[in-house]
């Protein structure tokens, strides 16, 4: 699928990663790497590899790795910092449950006219070098990467330049449907059906999906006001409160209410609330996610009764779509407490099917029911660990961090990293970038807390045969102490 340029495209993007890393500081090279992966190569092309095809994730790995092992600055970050360590561990149980998965799924599945084959060793193997791709490299290099306050800014002005670029693509599909993919690359993406909202086109532009476009749309708001809260500048002083009520615009220009809720939920918990309380809201929706397979699982989940406030305030259709997410859930957790610790496995074997045909009746649209259904529990709390671990790691060293630009800084971007965990309950993981967020915000408060605060320094002379005088000194400029984790 696709024309010789989508296939040309993710091939050359190694060499742009290279590139990047030798034009630019390393930070900027890495989010060159993962973010333009995610926003302009082709979706759905695969490269035939061993135990792994390669798509535009994968690329995107494999193009940020190559460049921090060949730029010196970057090696040296990596080596330097304490991996494997801590949240790390969470990957690694991940890799050790899909051994899990492949032993307890030996068996071959009948239904009817569907036949599943059964799992073996080969196929955790190959899942673990997906768990590389997808969760090992993004996370690893975040953190090593991104650990002072220069470096977060960096990663916020990011989402701010990223998007301004985006927006002449975005306005074009918005005023003449999503059509970027199909001229560029020679396919449409997604099914054409789900772009039509409203009277108009929810754009993709060359993503996966309409949500995964305005989940960053979201994301890049967040940006914003983090940069405002902290008292940063975003591009060539452009304030970050303008550049959100801007990208706020074009978000609701999208269509998609979900992301638009949360952004407007999360500006006001950062406008309203101080940091701890910040990180109180913070903790509540961490308690939700984890909650609700539990609830979904003993049918206490309000379900009805959100579906009902959705077609009173947003209309029949949305409620509907809602209402269909909900009983798949149903159908899947159901299917998924017959395998609760390990799971399914892939080929389908999660999936509900009938008797008559060999295609799947069920659909995961949710990251959590898909990682749940097909790694069980284990790779339900392990993905979900990763992206959660910041948040409480933050909760307990938000004391030790007395600058309130500083405060404001690391729990605006946990809010954004909330933004994307919280996404993956109803809507899908559409690539690896919200593991390298995670990374760089783990790598961020770890540094940026064990700064220590600047201050007046006292200087004290004496002259031989004298009494001792002392004054104090204050420097014009706060040194930068750069803490390598």
Partial sequence: MGNPFAFFALFAWPLVCLAAFARFKPQVAVLIAFMGAMLFLPEKVEIKAPFQPLAKQEFAAIGAILGVLLVGAARRRLFTAKLFTAAELWIFILMLGALGTSR??????????????????????????????????????????????????????????????????????????????????????????????????????????????????????????????????????????????????????????????????????????????????????????????????????????????????????????????????????EHGAKKPIFGWGRFRRSMLFSPWKDEAISVADGFWIGTYGSRGAVGFICTFGLLLTPMFYLRSKIKKITSTEDRYLLVGLACMLMLYTVDLIPNGLFTNFPYFFAGAVMGLIRGISSTPATGPIEVTLQQPGQMSSSFTHVPPVAPKVATQT
């Fill in 104 to 333: 307890t799924n030996m068996e071959g599945l009948s239904y009817g006219v569907a036949i599943l084959q059964p799992l073996n060793d080969w196929e955790a193997l190959s899942v673990v070098v997906g768990d590389v791709y997808n969760y090992m490299i993004p996370f690893v290099l975040g953190r090593a990467l991104f650990n002072t306050r220069d470096d977060a800014l960096t990663l916020l002005r990011g989402f701010h330049v990223a998007a301004l670029v985006y927006v002449p693509f975005i306005m074009i599909e918005i005023l003449m449907s999503p059509q970027m993919h199909n001229w560029v690359y020679g396919f449409a993406q997604h099914d054409f059906i789900q772009t039509m909202r409203g009277g108009g086109y929810r754009p993709m532009v060359f993503m996966g999906h309409g949500l995964g476009l305005t989940l960053f749309l979201a994301a890049a708001v967040l940006a914003g006001i983090t940069l405002t809260l902290a008292k940063k500048p975003t591009i060539r002083r452009l304030r970050g409160r303008h550049m959100s009520i801007f990208l706020l615009i074009v978000l609701l220009g999208c269509k998609s209410l979900g992301a638009a809720i949360f952004a407007l939920l999360f500006t006001v918990v950062l406008h309203v609330l101080a940091p701890k309380g910040q990180l109180r809201v913070l903790a509540l929706f961490a308690l939700i996610i984890v909650v609700y397979p539990i609830s979904r699982a003993t049918e206490v989940f309000p379900h009805k009764e959100i579906i009902q406030f959705i077609k009173d305030t947003a209309g029949p259709d949305r409620a509907q779509s809602l209402e269909f997410r909900f009983d798949n859930e149903a159908a899947l957790t």
